[in-house]
């Protein structure tokens, strides 16, 4: 890995939730998260949200994108794709998070964590209930992933919520698992230190 890139993770979600729970991990593996970059939808360039990445003191760094329902390329993907592509940012995974939308918007996964814990091949729903869908998962902010080249599409439920079963008062568990399998499969250990 390149020591002049930051090791960033980006989340398609940015409500309060999202934005709690990330904040509350970052600090548990000794990383940060860019709390100005939540908002349901994102307001954030992608160009601020670099600045941001490169004045954070330590990896990995937490980014949140969110087009609020929005169909097509908002504001949250343009932003999203900036920062995926930027020279100074190296991409150690993205966490899909599943909407009620069931419109058009979709992206393949390389996993997804049901809302009990499971890893599984099918998608996810809002709540973290397994779908029919192999390999894929319904999103708001998740159109463009399909074209970006990342090492990891981690997808899962609403971010906090998922009936309780990621809340913050037992340690968004779900967020957990997925920020430990994206750091694990980057070779990253959880102090923010590559492993040897």
Known sequence: MD???RKVILIT???EYAKKTLEYIAKEVGGRCISKSHGNPTTLSGKEMVEYILDTPYDPVFVMFDDSGLLGEGMGEHALKYVATHPKIEVLGVIAVASKTH??????????IDRDGNLTEY???KSGIPEYDIGRINGDTVYCLDSLDVPIIVGMGDIGKMARKDDLKIGAPITRKAVDLILERSGYDRKGKEFK
């Open 13 to 15: 979600d940015g409500d």
């Open 123 to 125: 998608g996810v729903d």
């Open 103 to 112: 419109q058009t918007e979709w992206t393949k996964v390389d996993i997804n």
């Open 3 to 5: 020591e002049a890139r």
